[in-house]
């Protein structure tokens, strides 16, 4: 089952561009044997209690396209032709209200399910029960992004009825107080959700008989978010904290339009109604007992760290949303949850928020893992900052320099193109900066190469250019910036610039 | 002659990039003819008066290579091989001290030519007479960049050498007055000059009986500044200032690393001692008589709509400058030439900044025709914007948005990315767009085929794909985004983002 849901997912985004013809020189993925190696299984005994899922194929891009690039893949045709086609809309609930926390795309063109649910996250922080949710509603196909006054009507359509059909469940909460619904939308941007689709569909995923909790439904309703990545991105883990262990798990998407720049739940200023995909999207979800108000706290503090330090292509989407769900069910007393949530100053805060910041890194490093055409890895500290501030929009700036990005991929050692590109950053990032300072490092994170400085206090090291040849043939490149002038620091992630992602983003409509 | 510079000239590239073996198919340059459509010959009578100009092969780029992909190209070989070889080192004098103006890469690592030049200007400024500069030494190959202190010895010495060696010429002043020198370099980084080749090379060029001012010689002066450059850029107009005529010359260089910010001279706050190429420069001559502080304020004022308007990879050079040097000598009495400048509060001074932008705008996107790998020419504008600020920091993102030019590139109407990109600026300037009013179009600038709106008031409007697909199929593609939001504009050109920009920038170690 493994191997056959791993040649279904390697071959997903050539499938997607839709031109197999030459698929197979161009797809890095296929090549690096991406979905095999980063398609991580997960146990059973990890999955937090409390929360079940159901997918399905609803067809969702197909019935949007006008024009699909070949008649035998539209909806109908292509679900009878695969057996098992790729999931496209899943729900996610918790058996019991959690306390729920996001992060959004700070893009002014937010799309509908991003206005719908950060307003849900921002009236549920108003109650004296802080924000609380207890299902999710995920669609890949179709964004819901600049669909004007439509897309806000399907946004709200979809969240009713969600709650309409979320049938009683063996153990779900019959309060209708905190039933509230999040919406994660992604792919195609200037086109109106398929409504008839989703409304057909909805009640079925909404079954309580459908919905589980097995690492198998866990792992379709990764696949439901995927669009142009090539393998699911789903994690989980077992940790301790307090003394007792909780569990979490987690989903996320994204390979191109990737530079997320999110923040908590905002008053929105403004709100808005072509094509595209659009874009990252997470879920995670716990059975630790956290109070809604330090669950945001803490998604912040993580996100600054991990979805806000990858880049892809520097461009940030529409719908980046991460939404974090913490429902207390890991202690098997739930009726005592809320009264035993931790806070910002319970002692085990410090632990989650840590315990947080590492699982959303390494579901972060998974999109870059997965960017469109990525053949290289690299991981880009900034050290010795005067400010967190500045480290990250530094790199920020770094990690969307084609020429940087196109040396990585020529496995060139050409760090006049890093200072270059940092030295160029705003004025108010770069006034900070003593260039007779700057050191810079290529360093090969698996330790097999000795790590090698190219510039030291600002001045040219002559470097012997064999062995950084020898260094940049890895896939997997650390790059080392120590501005000597603070006690600072950022990591960000991002991939290189290959043809394959012109193929991808040039020759095939998206 | 004409016809031999340009093949020369359309060779250019690919001889720089060393693969010929492949360089017919992907040479956007010579595929679109480029060399023979924007490589235009000058008229004597465009001319200035009172400069002069030297130029030689001095095998700068040789010099420094460790290792020379192609051992047959070394310098002495190179010009044994090739009976004409681009030049790399020019001179350009006016025959007294000219008005001088310059503005500079805002670039952390600024370039010890840049640190020299604006330092000069500086010094000037604080003189009665203002800012005069009599020579402006120009070389290509190597930048001078993050060079740490070798690099500012070097450039000193290269000033010295010039004032040295400056022979009297039949009509040079020879007042020791105001007989300053300004420094040009482009090339690789992090590498010294090869100052023994340049010490062999400045007395001939120096030399009063080879400096010239027919067309050819200042055709040879703009090969000098060519790099990657497929065809030397070079553009000469004659205008009317308060009835009398004058004459402008202007020659720039630039293909990649393109995305200038620059501001006028500005007391240093830090400087800086890898290989890339760095990479814009200009240098425009008048006879015009202009008051050197109204000289820098024109200038400020034509670059803040020209070459601060351009982008071809979004990476802001160490080395980009502008010089404009006004030397008073159209008309004949000279020496009442500073009595008689103009300054900010003559009737002349506004016609002068725009024919000076006009003149600037023209040069500027001749560096945009000749981006590395680029086949489309894309000019947007920004309308009804709160500021000049908002409109040209929303067009600086978007014109860095490898979705957008890829699209561009694949003739793709993704407005959808348009929007993206403009979205995720910075908060200080996106929050002043009003989603629900913005407004995108397609424009063809020749008129063949009609404009195409695609999104109205925020709202997607439903178009004829073949229609937009054709207009999309042009070369020349204007943008217009309309935030309905203010009165001010911006325009900025680009190109798109090619498969031959990766092959240049990956493959090939600049």
Redesign the interface.
């Known amino acids: 089952m493994i191997s056959s849901l791993l040649s279904r997912s390697s071959i997903a985004r050539r499938a997607v561009r839709g031109f197999a013809s030459t698929a197979v020189q161009l797809d890095a993925s296929a090549k690096l044997n991406k979905p095999a190696r980063f398609a991580q299984p997960i146990s059973a005994s990890d999955i937090p209690k409390g929360f079940v899922v159901s997918s399905t194929y609803a067809g969702i891009k197909a019935a949007i396209s006008?024009?699909p690039a070949d008649p035998n893949t539209s909806a109908s045709t292509a679900a009878a032709s695969n057996p098992n086609p790729k999931p496209d809309l899943a729900l996610i609930v918790s058996t019991v209200p959690a306390a729920a926390a996001g992060t959004f795309?700070?893009?002014?063109?937010k799309a509908a399910p991003v206005v719908v649910s950060n307003q849900v996250l921002l009236d549920g922080a108003k109650k004296e029960q802080g924000a609380r949710v207890q299902t999710v509603l995920v669609n890949s196909g179709c964004a819901n992004?600049?669909?004007?006054?439509q897309g806000m009507q399907d946004a709200e359509s979809c969240v009713e009825l969600v709650k309409k059909h979320l049938a009683p469940h063996p153990g779900l909460a019959q309060s209708s107080e905190g039933r509230e619904t999040l919406l994660l939308s992604t792919g195609?941007?200037?086109?109106p959700l398929p409504m008839p689709t989703i409304k057909r569909c909805i009640p079925h995923l909404a079954n309580g008989m459908i919905l589980r909790s097995d690492p198998e439904s866990w792992r379709e309703t990764a696949r439901a978010f995927m669009t142009t990545d090539t393998f699911p991105k789903l994690r989980a883990k077992t940790f301790k904290l307090g003394g007792k262990e909780v569990r979490m798990i987690g989903i996320d998407k994204g390979a191109?339009?990737i530079?997320p720049?999110m923040t908590g739940p905002a008053v929105p200023?403004?709100?808005?109604?072509?094509?595209?995909h659009?874009t990252m999207l997470g879920l995670i979800a716990t059975d630790a007992a956290v109070q809604p108000k330090a669950l945001q706290v803490a998604l912040n503090r993580a996100v600054s760290r991990s979805f806000n330090c990858i880049s892809v292509?520097?461009?940030?989407?529409?719908n980046d949303t991460i939404i974090l769900l913490a429902n207390g069910q890991s202690a098997a007393s739930s009726s005592t949850a809320v009264a035993n949530e931790i806070d910002e100053s319970s002692p085990d805060f410090e632990p989650f928020v840590s315990e947080l910041t590492a699982f959303c890194q390494e579901l972060s490093k998974l999109i870059v893992r997965d960017g469109e055409g990525a053949e290289k890895f690299v991981e880009i500290t900034c050290t010795n900052a005067p400010s967190y501030t500045v480290a990250h929009g530094l790199l920020s700036r770094l990690v969307?320099?084609?020429?940087?990005k196109?040396?990585i991929?020529?496995q060139?050692?050409?760090?006049?193109?890093?200072?270059?590109?940092?030295?160029?950053a705003d004025?108010s990032l770069?006034?900070d900066?003593?260039?007779?300072k700057?050191s810079v490092s290529f360093v090969d994170p698996t330790g097999e190469f000795e790590s090698i400085t190219?510039?030291r206090d600002?001045?040219?090291v002559k470097v012997d250019?064999d062995e950084i040849g020898k260094l940049l043939t890895k896939e997997d490149i650390k790059v080392v910036i120590d501005l000597q002038n603070g006690k600072e620091d950022c990591t960000y992630w991002t991939c290189?610039?290959?043809?394959e992602?012109?193929?991808i983003?040039?020759?095939?409509?998206?």
């Open positions: 006008p024009k795309t700070r893009n002014v063109f992004a600049v669909t004007g006054t195609v941007i200037g086109v191109g339009m530079h720049a200023s403004a709100v808005s109604s072509g094509q595209l659009a292509d520097g461009d940030m989407s529409t969307t320099s084609m020429l940087f196109c040396a991929h020529g060139d050692a050409n760090w006049g193109r890093i200072l270059a590109s940092v030295g160029g004025p770069t006034k900066v003593d260039a007779s700057v190219v510039l600002g001045n040219p250019e290189d610039l290959s043809r992602y012109i193929e983003n040039a020759d095939y409509r998206s």
